[in-house]
């Protein structure tokens, strides 16, 4: 997909074409840059409503500095589509998040214009420090640093730990804050309050600005603003006249999330990352048929919804998902008992544990990927005290298009060494449920419970709630030679491997491990002791998940069968769609298949 031949957008090859353009072409740029997102994301998926509000401050910033010489950092990533189409992968664009195409965040391997990965939030600011000090060592003084952070993102502690530091530097940074009032869902917390109250001033465009006072440390920052974040020639003045000076500034800019695109203004969580849609009614659109199954994420909001009537004390925490994480309807219904803090993913967890002292019992929901984040947390404020902390963690495995930085490959790996600590993993709706029933009632220690985003099993899933026993696993099927041991939603894999196999008069056992802590040695001795081979399947990493677990056992119990563990190799997985993923890293049903033939 092409802009149309003869258009401004057809001739903007690099930002050096940009600087050709007088302000109404830029103007007229802007909204040819706008259509072109709306036309390739449409049909191609990915996230709309961020980059749909930052054209015109993409185009000023690449009109005004010397990129990629000036170092531009764009946080959160997922707002820099219009970034990414001005500097060279216009063309491409269209493979956006697809196997083999374009990522769907800045990638420093990709563009010399990506100057930091940043799939994650609140990295910017810290980042573009680090390269300003390597700057000023080389005696590069006149390279510009600048961070555009938005999205929610200065709510994470990270982000101020930045500011906070920058401001003693005297360093020569730009910081851009992107200023749209959400992130996914709507912004929460007082510094979203603040910007908001700021936003609505008198002075709303004033360049002349003073010290901004925020921190005691920060007295060096110098803010500019609110400014207009869609008025283009307003925009290249201010960032002009920003340029020349020396040390750190913040300028505050408003925009609009969706701007442009009606239904994406209106419905701006939505339309955070839509999917497909009608181009011209913003209709959504699906390529999978439509089935009265529901999905992990369904489950877990009913279920949650469910626990909250029966208990009083259970309380959901997340750190900026209620949407994505399924807990609108508790919110809805129990609106003092769900917490969405933030992109604070330190806060949500270290929140968690002190909701637990006091006898609450906190489920704190948060994306595989983010809780990465906040591991220190776990460790200290959580496990250590042995606190009964239960952890959902959504976006368990690969997770497609979001690529590296959102595969939640590794958990199993880094919770499992953790004291303390139970961890488990559903096979299908029906057992989350179960196991989210289980969790409340556990009171010993922290409880982790991961999922896969958006799968749907098992139609009948709402039954009465079965308590299941702590580090018990289950026989799926019988066999004969050959056993399969599985962990969550993988184990579904190795059924439809197994019946496969069945038709060729091969028939391995499967097993659901359900806990990979506490393991199930009972089980386990079980397996060793009746079949000759045994194969491992997560949809984690191999190194420290399930697969070295069962090794583990089977090297201190003396036992010699031939074991061979499928799952997330040692190497980040691009991104591409989930099954195509889950084939590539060779733990899918065709590769079961393969190698249990091949004994």
Request: proline share 4%.
């Amino acid at each position: 997909m092409t802009p149309i031949s003869g258009s401004i957008l057809s001739r903007i090859n690099s930002p050096t074409d940009l600087k050709l353009l007088d302000q109404h072409q830029l103007i007229e740029l802007a909204a040819e840059l706008r259509a072109f997102i709306l036309d390739v994301v449409s049909v191609h998926p990915g996230h709309l409503g961020s980059s749909l509000g930052v054209v015109e401050l993409t185009i000023a910033l690449h009109y005004v500095f010397n990129t990629p010489y000036d170092k531009l950092i764009w946080d959160v990533g997922h707002q820099a589509y219009a970034h990414k189409i001005i500097t060279g992968r216009r063309d491409i664009f269209h493979t956006n998040r697809t196997l083999g195409g374009i990522s769907g965040f800045p990638s420093m391997k990709e563009s010399e214009y990506d100057a930091f990965g940043t799939g994650h939030s609140s990295t910017s600011v810290s980042a573009a420090l680090g390269m300003a000090i390597a700057s000023k060592q080389k005696g590069e003084t006149n390279r510009q640093h600048i961070a555009v952070i938005g999205d929610g993102a200065l709510s994470a502690g990270m982000a101020l730990e930045g500011l906070n530091n920058v401001g003693v530097t005297n360093s020569n940074i730009l910081v851009v804050l992107n200023d749209n009032g959400i992130s996914i869902d709507k912004s929460v917390g007082a510094i979203g309050d603040y910007l908001a109250k700021m936003s609505n001033l008198s002075n709303y465009g004033k360049l002349r600005g003073s010290i901004w006072k925020g921190n005691a440390k920060a007295e060096n920052f110098k803010y500019f603003g609110p400014v207009d974040g869609h008025d283009i020639k307003k925009l290249t003045k201010v960032l002009e006249e920003v340029k020349l000076i020396d040390g750190p500034k913040l300028l505050h800019i408003i925009t609009k999330k969706g701007k442009g695109f009606e239904k994406a203004e209106r419905e701006q969580t939505t339309f955070h990352a839509p999917g497909k849609f009608n181009r011209k009614t913003g209709e959504l659109q699906s390529d999978t048929q439509q089935t009265d199954i529901p999905t992990y994420q369904e489950v877990f909001g009913d279920t949650m919804l469910e626990l909250a009537h029966l208990d009083d004390k259970i309380i959901a925490i997340t750190p900026a998902m209620p949407t994505g994480s399924a807990l609108t309807k508790m919110q809805h219904k129990f609106p003092k008992r769900v917490f969405d803090v933030g992109i604070a993913e330190q806060h949500a967890v270290t929140f968690s544990a002190g909701l637990a002292t006091e006898g609450m019992k906190p489920f704190c929901t948060i994306y595989s990927s983010f809780l990465q984040r906040a591991y220190d947390q776990i460790i200290h404020d959580v496990a250590l005290q042995n606190l009964p902390v239960v952890f959902c963690i959504d976006r368990a495995g690969l997770v497609g298009g979001d690529g590296p930085t959102h595969h939640g490959v590794f958990d199993l790996a880094f919770l499992n060494p953790i004291p303390n600590m139970v961890i488990a993993a559903p096979m299908d709706e029906a057992e989350l449920r179960n196991l989210l029933y289980t969790a409340a009632n556990y009171q010993e220690g922290p409880f982790a419970i991961r999922y896969p985003r958006g799968e749907a099993v098992n139609k009948v899933w709402k039954k009465e709630f079965e308590e299941v026993e702590i580090g018990k696993g289950r026989k799926i099927r019988k066999g004969e030679k050959t056993a399969i041991l599985t962990i969550g939603h993988p184990g579904n894999y190795a059924l439809d491997a197994e019946q496969i196999l069945k038709k060729k008069n091969i028939y391995p056992a499967v097993f659901d491990m359900r806990f990979l802590k506490p393991i199930d040695e009972e089980l386990l001795h079980e397996v060793f002791a009746n079949y000759e081979t045994i194969i491992t399947v997560e949809d984690g990493t191999i190194a420290g998940g399930l697969g070295s677990v069962v090794v583990d056992f089977a090297n201190e119990n003396n036992y010699k069968h031939k074991i061979t563990k499928l799952g997330v190799p040692d190497k980040f997985i691009e991104h591409g769609s989930k099954m195509k993923l889950v084939e590539q890293c060779g733990f899918g049903v065709n590769q079961i298949v393969q190698i249990i033939q091949e004994f």
